[in-house]
């Protein structure tokens, strides 16, 4: 009777262990899926934006259309993309076509006067802002996820569950390069 109650208390235990390792790995994930979301948000913020930034700036100027046609485009593609891989390289386009459409502005004073131009830029960058908190936020997420996974036991637990490291939000090394914009 001995033998089995030594057994019955291990089996217990690695059960207890096994259910607590697979309901922090769901934690985990949620709380990446959520960051994730954010993300998403204000992605979706931003491109929604860009058409009124757009459209002011065009009833200035109406020579550079192959900015413009740029920013559409960019905006296409990150409103249709999917995934980490996806969203990244989307985002990273439309900040290299928005950096160009703000090189435009800085050659129209009038347009950097206009009030709903200035409320716009305002708007995108508490956007660009809270962008910026969300992509840490997810990317605090996804290293907690991907040490715990790593770590063991917790790598032999997950390796059961068939979990898998989860991809970083990082720019692409094009994008590092700030555009030069001077308002004067």
Avoid: C
Avoid at 29 to 46: C, F, P, S, T
Avoid at 67 to 77: C, H, K, L, P, W
Avoid at 117 to 123: G, I, M, P, Y
């Amino acid at each position: 009777m001995r033998k089995y109650s030594g057994l019955l208390i291990v089996l217990l235990v690695a059960i207890v262990i096994f259910a607590g390792y697979y309901n922090s790995f769901i934690s985990l994930e949620e709380k990446i899926e959520g960051r994730w979301a954010e993300i998403e948000n204000n992605l979706q913020r931003r491109a929604d934006l860009i058409p009124n930034l757009v459209a002011t700036v065009q009833g200035y100027v109406t020579h550079e259309a192959a900015v413009f046609t740029e920013i559409a485009q960019a905006r296409s593609r990150l409103l249709g993309a999917e995934g980490v891989a996806g969203k990244v390289e989307a985002s990273s386009a439309l900040d290299s076509a928005l950096g160009r459409l703000l090189m435009v502005v800085e050659q129209y004073p009038e347009l950097k006067a206009d009030r709903r131009f200035a409320e716009l830029q305002d708007e995108l960058a508490g956007t660009e802002n809270r962008l910026s908190v969300a992509r840490l936020r997810y990317n605090e997420a996804v290293t907690a996820f991907n040490a715990r996974i790593r770590r063991f036991p917790g790598n032999l637990i997950a390796g059961l569950m068939g979990l898998e490291r989860k991809d970083y939000f990082q720019i692409k090394e094009e994008a590092r390069e700030v555009p030069k914009v001077e308002f004067k």
